[in-house]
């Protein structure tokens, strides 16, 4: 209590001191304890319920209480422990503490550590090779998550006479944990609900404490140590280092969704692992109680990052990966980086985003930043220039997700919206809807309206290639630029949550993870766009999934529902299941040509609400007409005509249709 006495005394001062009154020689580096904040008291964690919205991303400053930012930094290491404690209870399970009985063995003559942890009446062994450069030492030492050196090329650390060894993690649990019968919980009984970020970072405490007990036999740098892994084991090495300050160096190689990607900033891009789909082996069941309260959460992984601080970390990303999210990763990158700003420790914070390579495969171009890192804070050569914050996001506004810390409105701040451009669909209105989908009613749907497959159908391994497994959109846009698909959907589970999409002649690329509590606006996909017409295909992947809406916009926030009036409008026949399409003025429409592109025919259909006469041209793009396919009376109801094109070169099409006062146009690609 006196602590916290002491810590409101000073806000008052808070706003008074610079970030240039801490020298970065006054901020260690490493600390020789497991948890320096181990005797600050843990904060209040209420239920879901209780806990504040927040929607930008939340104030690494500001108390777990909500009544003190305090950016001194001899108060960090109780604010860290604050953010430690709503970790382990929303999202990973306590990580136990100091065990009743350790202790370690080395033999030279395999190189082997031995680790031996008791609670109570069981031991479990932990064993891991270590390589040693010739010498005497002492040597830093990089920790592999799964491997020596991880992913990283082993050259980086031998090549500077730095020490290796792997973390076996799986001594401790499995890759995917069965609950209750991995070896950690034979030790702690009581804790078999923890996920397994929480188990491994006990893990690798538990080597370090091995290496502290065996230091007078094996010639091993303790300050100097560092740990990396790649993918889910980038995750693991964030997850150790967060949870342990004994550790210098951190590089967190394409960590991912549940690493350095923050949570919120995940639910607004495209097929990402979100919070609502990811593996629940590696967290606390509970942690998925907020797949649709992300903004409840009272942290972020950004403060995982900040955790951290002031010791060194390299978050190594990969966009060529969508699944990564590695966008979010970059914004979470830069909320994260004010932390070590703060106390003037800038350099020892960095980010390389670069694709062109593998998974998990290091290319050349972000071989010298890792070996910057490497350099100055395993071997302590000052002149490695470590400022590095490499990305290929210029157009992404990450400042927006921060603005607001040092106030008292934790929102975003108000949007310039000058050249935004919105264009909504009502989904059972669109002109071509494959014979695969039916129409559903409900009064919260827009228009009343929504699609839904054929029960039983699905396509979950690769998009179907059946018309009749397709809806298509024609719209157009006047600028160029990345546009954001988003669609109005209700998807009850996560077996009933997703849509093969894509736009134009592109690739279909699945949409999963649309889990939501009613209708909601969901991420359907970000596509790069030219002025011009273009067509959005949707195709079924599982049952279940309800679409009611489409918004195309150059923005990547959600719509606004209560200011959206769709571009297509049309009745529906409420005592039918099946699509009835009318124009809202005088009932005619044009579909969309099928299948599209195609090779030497495809077909065109219409639609008239009374016996009319009917015009249907086609024409190149240079305005000149390639065919006449109709000129004649035609009678009500819907006719489909054929379109040969034979003899035609390969490319873009357009046929224009007229019938009364009705005009319309489509677009359609000839590809053989």
């Given amino acids: 209590m006196q602590k916290m006495l002491y810590?409101?005394?000073?806000?008052?001062?808070?706003?008074?001191?610079?970030?240039?009154?801490?020298?970065?020689?006054?901020?260690?580096?490493?600390?020789?304890?497991?948890?320096?904040?181990?005797?600050?008291?843990?904060?209040?964690?209420?239920?879901?319920?209780?806990?504040?919205?927040?929607?930008?991303?939340?104030?690494?400053?500001?108390?777990?209480?909500?009544?003190?930012?305090?950016?001194?930094?001899?108060?960090?290491?109780?604010?860290?422990?604050?953010?430690r404690a709503e970790i382990e209870h929303y999202e990973i399970g306590e990580k136990p503490g100091a065990?009743?009985?350790?202790?370690?063995?080395?033999?030279?003559a395999d190189c082997m550590l031995t680790v031996n942890v008791t609670v109570g009446e069981n031991t479990l062994t932990l064993t891991s090779q270590?390589?040693?450069?010739?010498?005497?030492?002492?040597?830093?030492?990089?920790?592999?998550?799964?491997?020596?050196?991880?992913?990283?090329?082993?050259?980086?650390?031998?090549?500077?006479?730095?020490?290796?060894?792997?973390?076996?993690?799986?001594?401790?649990?499995a890759h995917t944990q069965t609950r209750g019968n991995e070896p950690i919980n034979s030790l702690y009984p009581d804790l078999t609900y923890i996920g397994a970020y929480s188990a491994w970072s006990w893990g690798v405490s538990r080597l370090i404490d091995g290496l502290e007990l065996v230091a007078g036999e094996v010639p091993v740098d303790l300050q100097h140590l560092a740990v990396t892994g790649c993918s889910f084991a980038g995750k693991m090495a964030l997850f150790a280092s967060a949870f342990d300050e004994r550790i210098a160096l951190t590089i967190a190689q394409e960590s991912g969704g549940g690493g350095a990607a923050a949570w919120r900033v995940s639910e607004t891009?495209?097929?990402?692992?979100?919070?609502?789909?990811?593996?629940?082996?590696w967290f606390i069941e509970d942690l998925f109680d907020f797949t649709n309260d992300v903004p409840r959460l009272p942290y972020d992984h950004h403060e995982l990052m900040a955790m951290v601080a002031p010791r060194a970390l390299l978050v190594l990303g990969n966009p060529d990966f969508e699944w990564l999210a590695d966008e979010s990763g970059y914004v979470s990158s830069r909320a994260a980086h004010?932390?070590?700003?703060?106390?003037?420790?800038?350099?020892?914070?960095?980010?390389?985003?670069?694709?062109?390579?593998?998974?998990?495969?290091?290319?050349?171009?972000?071989?010298?930043?890792?070996?910057?890192?490497?350099?100055?804070?395993?071997?302590?050569?000052?002149?490695?220039?470590?400022d590095v914050t490499v990305h290929p996001y210029e157009d992404v506004n990450y400042e927006r997700w921060y603005e607001w810390w040092g106030t008292d409105d934790a929102t975003f701040p108000a949007r310039d919206t000058t050249g935004d451009r919105l264009q909504t669909y009502e989904i059972e209105c669109a002109p071509y809807i494959g014979t695969d989908w039916v129409l559903g009613m409900d009064e919260a749907a827009s228009n009343t309206g929504y699609?839904?497959?054929?029960?039983?159908?699905g396509s979950v391994p690769e998009a179907p290639t059946d018309s009749s497994?397709?809806?298509?959109?024609?719209?157009?846009?006047?600028?160029?630029?990345?546009?954001?698909?988003?669609?109005?959907?209700?998807?009850?589970?996560?077996?009933?949550?997703?849509?093969?999409?894509?736009?134009?002649?592109?690739?279909?690329?699945v949409q999963n993870g649309l889990t939501t509590t009613g209708w909601q606006w969901e991420r359907m996909g970000s596509f790069d766009l030219e002025p011009g017409d273009h067509e959005l295909t949707i195709a079924y992947r599982e049952d279940g999934a309800?679409?009611?809406?489409?918004?195309?916009?150059?923005?990547?926030?959600?719509?606004?529902?209560?200011s959206l009036v769709a571009a297509t409008l049309c009745t529906v026949d409420t005592t039918s299941t099946s699509v009835s399409i009318l124009h809202p003025a005088d009932g005619y429409t044009l579909r969309q040509n099928f299948p599209n592109p195609f090779g030497n025919q495809t077909t065109i259909a219409f639609t008239l609400p009374t016996s009319s006469y009917v015009s249907l041209r086609v024409f190149n793009v240079a305005g000149r007409q390639v065919a006449e396919l109709a000129d004649n009376v035609y009678p009500a109801g819907e006719t489909t005509l054929p379109f040969q094109a034979s003899g035609l070169p390969d490319g873009t099409y357009y046929y224009t249709f007229r019938a009364g006062t009705y005009t319309a146009t489509g677009k359609m690609i000839h590809r053989r």
Avoid at 451 to 457: D, E, I, Q
């Fill in 7 to 83: 810590r409101l005394f000073f806000i008052p001062l808070v706003a008074l001191l610079s970030v240039g009154t801490l020298q970065s020689q006054d901020v260690p580096l490493v600390y020789d304890q497991e948890n320096t904040g181990a005797d600050c008291p843990d904060p209040t964690l209420p239920a879901l319920e209780d806990l504040p919205v927040v929607e930008p991303l939340t104030d690494p400053f500001l108390s777990s209480d909500g009544t003190t930012r305090d950016l001194i930094f001899a108060n960090w290491e109780c604010r860290r422990n604050e953010i």
């Fill in 99 to 108: 065990p009743d009985e350790l202790t370690a063995a080395y033999t030279p």
């Fill in 130 to 173: 270590i390589v040693l450069p010739e010498g005497d030492g002492p040597f830093p030492m990089v920790i592999g998550m799964g491997g020596p050196t991880g992913s990283l090329p082993v050259d980086i650390f031998a090549s500077r006479d730095i020490a290796r060894m792997g973390f076996n993690f799986g001594q401790v649990m």
């Fill in 269 to 281: 891009l495209g097929n990402v692992e979100t919070l609502g789909n990811t593996s629940r082996a």
């Fill in 338 to 386: 004010e932390v070590w700003k703060a106390f003037g420790v800038e350099d020892r914070f960095g980010f390389s985003i670069v694709g062109g390579h593998g998974h998990c495969a290091l290319p050349e171009v972000q071989m010298p930043e890792v070996e910057a890192f490497v350099e100055k804070f395993m071997l302590g050569n000052e002149d490695a220039n470590t």
């Fill in 451 to 457: 699609l839904t497959v054929t029960a039983g159908l």
């Fill in 469 to 509: 497994a397709y809806i298509v959109l024609p719209f157009s846009v006047d600028t160029s630029g990345s546009f954001t698909v988003y669609g109005r959907v209700n998807c009850p589970s996560a077996d009933d949550d997703s849509f093969w999409v894509k736009v134009d002649d592109g690739d279909f690329s």
């Fill in 546 to 562: 309800l679409l009611d809406k489409i918004a195309i916009q150059n923005y990547p926030d959600a719509p606004d529902s209560t």
